[in-house]
Structure formats: C-alpha cells, structure tokens
Nanobody, 126 residues
Framework: QVQLVESGGGLVQAGGSLRLSCAAS????????MGWFRQAPGKEREFVTA????????YYADSVKGRFTISRDNAKKTVYLQMNSLKPEDTAVYYC???????????????????WGQGTQVTVSS
C-alpha cells in the first residue's frame, strides 16, 4: 500500500520558516510528479506548488512565489517544502500528493491525483 507521510509542521511566528517533508513508500517515486496543497479552516483546499518527476520543473501559486521552495530527493523518496517569510494566512493543514508522470501544470488541480498524504498542521502566529 502506497503511503505519503508529511512531517515538519508546527507553530511558528510570522516571518519565520519551516521545512515540510513528505516521505513516500511503496512507490516508484522518480516516476511521480509531486505537489503540495493546503486547506485552511472553513476554506477549500488550494494548490501551493508542484515539482516534476525529474525535478526539472516547478510551479508555484502566486501567493507563495518567492517565499516557498519545493525540492525533491528521489534517492530518499522525499519531497520538501521550504517555507520562508511565513504569514498568518499561510496557516493551514498542508498535504502532499503524487501523480504518475503528471505535468506540474496538471498538479495545479486540487483533485484527481493518484495518492495523498494525511497532512501536517502549520500555524503561523501574528
């Protein structure tokens, strides 16, 4: 059974940084585009960023461009989300998702991906 397990969430002050990780198991990781999504209380899930299966292409939501960086280590089967200059509006549950050989643009959809993690809470205090 494929698993995606997020970690690294927590409570941070505005302006601070966090690095999230999403570790995959039972998955040929290098064949999958990976994405990060988030869902704040009372709001719909939204796309944050994605990276191609090769790591050569990335795609960011405008709201996080210049502050967040996605990366991946195919040997470790892990995708990372470095979040800097955090704002209270970044508070949400963050989820990773995997999609077989999808384009990063296709990862921008919030439904229809092959696998999802259970999420990790990020809370940014003002």
């Amino acid at each position: 059974q494929v698993q995606l397990v997020e970690s690294g969430g927590g409570l941070v002050q505005a302006g601070g940084s966090l690095r999230l990780s999403c570790a995959a198991s039972r998955l040929t990781f290098s064949n999958y585009a990976m994405g990060w999504f988030r869902q704040a209380p009372g709001k719909e899930r939204e796309f944050v960023t994605a990276i191609s299966w090769s790591g050569g292409n990335t795609y960011y939501a405008d709201s996080v461009k210049g502050r967040f960086t996605i990366s991946r280590d195919n040997a470790k089967k892990t995708v990372y989300l470095q979040m800097n200059s955090l704002k209270p509006e970044d508070t949400a549950v963050y989820y990773c998702a995997a999609d077989f050989r999808a384009t990063v643009q296709a990862m921008g959809a919030c439904i229809g991906h092959d696998y999802w993690g259970q999420g990790t809470q990020v809370t940014v205090s003002s």
